[in-house]
C-alpha cells in the first residue's frame, strides 16, 4: 500500500551570521495508512524539527529546508506548496498535538469557540451541523457532557482534559495524518495511558496514521508499529518495534534501552555526555564523543545508513567493519 507520507532525505540548516550548520540531515522514512509510527529521541535530537517541517511551520529563517522531498498522499511535495495550499492541508488533512495544551488552547475563548473555529476555516458546515459535529467529538474523545464542557475556558479543565480537548480539535477535520509531539510528557502516568490508549482507539476508527513523536521508549513500545531512533539530527536506526527492544544495533539505542525504567535494578543508568551543539557537531559519527564502542574510523568519517537486517536501518561503523577496515 502507499505511504501516507514519504519523507526523502530532508535536511534542515540554520543560518546563523555569516555561517550555515546543519541541524538535521539524510531523514528519510516512510508512515503507512493507520500505521502509528514512532520518532524517539532525546531533547535536540531534531524530531520536533522535522515534525515542523512536515507542517510547513518552521521558523525561517533562521531555519531552512536546505534538500530534501515531504510527499503527502503520493503526489503532493509539501515543501513545493504555498503557504495558502499549506493552510489548508494543516488542521484538516494533517492535525498535530503538542506536549503542553495549555499553551495550545486559547485560555479567552471557549471550548466551543476553539473547536468552531477550525470547523469555519476547514468546512461549509451550517452552525447547527458544526454544533453537532463539535458534541460527537467531544464524546469520541471520551469526555462526558460534552454541551457543558463547551460552555467552559481551557483553564476550568485538568491537564488530561485540556489534552483530550486538544485531541478532538486535531480529529476534528478527520486527518490523514496526526503529528503527536510529545503528547502525554505533562501528564502524570495513569492520564498518559488513557490518552495513549485514546489516541489507538482514534487511528482504528478514523483510519488516521499517526507520527508520535517522543523521547520516552515506553511511549513507544505501548503505541508505535515502527520506530526511527534519532540523535544529533540523524536517524540512526529504523525497524519495527519488536526488533528494535530485542534486537537493537546501534550503541545510542542501547544506551537508552539501557535508560528505561524497569531495566536495571540498581540506579538508572544514563548515557554519559549529552547531544553535541550544531556548533561542534563531530566530523564523523555523531554520536562519537558519548559511544563506549567507538573506532578511529568513527571520528573521521560519517557511517552509512544501512540495511543490516531484514527492515532494520542502522547507521554505524560496526555494521561495516568490512569497510572500516578499507577506509
Ligand atoms: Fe559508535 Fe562508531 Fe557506531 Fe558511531 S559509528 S555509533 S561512534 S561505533
Ligand atoms: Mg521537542
Not at 529504523?238 to 536495571?264: A, I, N, W
Not at 543508568?269 to 562519537?288: A, D, L, N
Request: proline fraction near 5%.
Amino acid at each position: 500500500m502507499a505511504p501516507i507520507l514519504q519523507i526523502k532525505d530532508l535536511q534542515i540548516d540554520v543560518k546563523m551570521d555569516e555561517e550555515v550548520l546543519n541541524v538535521v540531515k539524510n531523514i528519510n522514512l516512510e508512515i503507512g495508512k493507520r500505521e502509528i509510527y514512532g520518532i524517539v529521541g532525546e531533547s535536540g535530537s531534531g524530531k520536533s524539527l522535522t515534525s515542523l517541517a512536515i507542517m510547513g511551520l518552521l521558523a525561517s529563517p533562521p531555519l531552512q529546508v536546505s534538500k530534501g522531498e515531504i510527499f503527502f498522499e503520493e503526489d503532493k511535495d509539501l515543501l513545493k506548496l504555498s503557504s495558502r495550499e499549506l493552510r489548508k492541508i494543516r488542521g484538516n488533512k494533517i492535525s498535530m498535538i503538542f506536549q503542553e495544551p495549555m499553551s495550545a488552547l486559547d485560555p479567552l475563548f471557549t471550548i466551543e469557540d476553539q473547536l468552531m473555529e477550525s470547523l469555519k476555516f476547514h468546512t461549509k458546515l451550517s452552525k447547527k451541523e458544526m454544533k453537532r459535529a463539535c458534541v460527537k467529538i467531544i464524546e469520541k474523545v471520551g469526555i462526558p457532557r460534552p454541551e457543558q464542557i463547551m460552555k467552559e475556558y481551557p483553564h476550568q479543565l485538568s491537564g488530561g482534559m485540556r489534552q483530550r480537548i486538544m485531541i478532538a480539535i486535531a480529529m476534528l477535520c478527520n486527518p490523514k495524518l496526526l503529528i503527536a509531539d510529545e503528547p502525554t510528557t505533562a501528564l502524570d502516568v495513569t492520564i498518559q495511558a488513557q490518552i495513549l490508549d485514546l489516541m489507538k482507539e482514534l487511528r482504528d476508527d478514523f483510519e488516521t496514521s499517526i507520527l508520535m513523536i517522543t523521547h520516552d521508549l515506553g511511549v513507544i513500545a505501548e503505541t508505535c508499529q515502527r520506530v526511527a531512533v534519532m540523535y544529533a539530527g540523524e536517524i540512526v536506526e529504523e525497524t519495527d518495534v519488536v526488533s528494535l527492544f530485542h534486537r537493537p544495533k546501534h550503541p545510542y539505542t542501547k544506551g537508552l534501552l539501557k535508560s528505561m525504567v524497569g531495566d536495571r535494578s540498581d540506579a538508572l543508568y544514563s548515557i554519559p555526555g549529552k547531544v553535541p551543539s550544531v556548533e561542534q557537531m563531530p566530523k564523523g559519527c555523531r554520536f562519537v564523543t558519548r559511544c563506549p564502542e567507538a573506532m578511529d574510523i568513527c571520528e573521521k568519517v560519517s557511517p552509512d545508513d544501512l540495511e543490516v537486517a531484514d527492515n532494520h536501518r542502522c547507521k554505524c561503523w560496526l555494521y561495516q567493519k568490512e569497510m572500516a577496515n578499507h577506509v
